[in-house]
């Protein structure tokens, strides 16, 4: 079992940034791929920014230039630098990794940006 602990989101204004942190802890011996997704009310889960199998990164295009993902691999983390956020950037932001061929999710933290 894995298992994720998120921190990190809040309230802010638009212009203002926040930084996310997913720990993830318990049978990690092949973690595969690190990232986040959020999701707005009444809207599907979306990709934020992930690293690959091959330590690549990948962000969506709202996102790019705004946000960075970086991670520690000794501490299992990795975080969200959210830069400049807007107020369509409000959402529940989920931590996931891959471990082996299974996904696993966190509880999700919201963020919310006012305007």
């Known amino acids: 079992q894995v298992q994720l602990v998120e921190s990190g989101g809040g309230l802010v204004q638009a212009g203002e940034s926040l930084r996310l942190s997913c720990a993830a802890a318990?049978?990690?011996?092949?973690?595969?791929?690190m990232g986040w997704y959020r999701q707005a009310p009444g809207k599907q889960r979306e990709l934020v920014a992930v690293?690959?199998?091959?330590?690549?990164?990948n962000y969506a295009d709202s996102v790019k230039g705004r946000f960075t993902i970086s991670r520690d691999k000794t501490k299992n983390t990795v975080y969200l630098q959210m830069n400049s956020l807007k107020p369509e950037d409000t959402a529940v932001y989920y931590c996931?990794?891959?471990?082996?061929?299974?996904?696993?999710w966190g509880q999700g933290t919201q963020v919310t940006v006012s305007s």
């Open positions: 996931k990794v891959l471990v082996g061929p299974v996904d696993y």
């Open positions: 690293f690959t199998r091959g330590s690549n990164t």
């Open positions: 318990g049978s990690i011996f092949r973690l595969n791929t």
